[in-house]
């Protein structure tokens, strides 16, 4: 144990030796609560979508255990380039190792015009009919918004309607809605 140690602190492997003891304490931090993982993304040199804590620590974690590794191998003038090799290393193997990793993450889901598609809705303008109309329709979120909307034949509806959103007509831009009358 203590050859390990004095080796984990002896140059070259000593740099990366600090930062892995920064990345434990910042898992520990993130283990207990006291600090979210859903931290920003990690975009530069190719490290987009995984949490940059994740991409730091795999890459100082792989940076430590090649210098480590290097360190045993190398002597005299070479083991001044362990650093840097071992740094080249670590950015190939944590390419390689978030690339799965990638699609494991949870993506923000944008909400589109769709997710109003079987909404309740309340007629805002005067008049919809098959050539006008707007209306106010409530998200799952809780918000609002006011959209076009059409009807169908000869459905006329005037302001403070019920309707039911059917159909979104991505050409037109609007909703496509049909009288509703609820059932109290």
């Known amino acids: 144990m203590s050859e390990f140690l ?15 003891i920064v990345v434990v304490g910042y898992w520990v931090v993130v283990i207990t609560g006291l600090f979210d993982l859903d931290g920003a993304d990690a975009p530069w040199l190719g490290f987009g979508g995984v949490p940059a804590g994740v991409t730091l620590s795999l890459l100082i974690a ?16 070479l083991l001044w380039a362990v650093p840097a090799v071992a740094l080249a290393g670590g950015w190939l193997g944590t390419r390689a190792l978030i690339s799965p990793l ?3 993450m949870a993506k ?3 909400p589109s015009r769709g997710d109003f598609v079987g909404r309740m809705c309340v007629i805002r303008t005067g008049l919809a009919s098959h050539d006008f109309g707007q209306a106010e329709v409530t998200a799952a979120d809780g ?6 909307v059409r009807t169908t034949g ?22 496509w809605v049909m009288p509703y009358e609820s059932e109290h």
Not at 6 to 20: E, G, N, Y
Not at 62 to 77: E, K, M, N, Y
Not at 143 to 148: D, E, I, L, N, R
């Open 6 to 20: 004095h080796v984990a602190l002896d140059f070259p492997t000593v740099f990366f030796s600090f930062l892995l």
């Open 102 to 104: 990638r699609g494991l």
């Open 154 to 175: 000869q459905d006329r509806l005037v302001r403070g309607d019920n309707a039911l959103i059917f159909e979104y007509d991505a050409d037109g831009e609007f909703f």
């Open 62 to 77: 792989t940076a430590w255990l090649l210098s480590l590794i290097g360190s045993q191998f190398a002597t005299g003038p």
């Open 108 to 110: 923000e889901i944008l």
């Open 143 to 148: 918000s609002s918004a006011v959209v076009q």
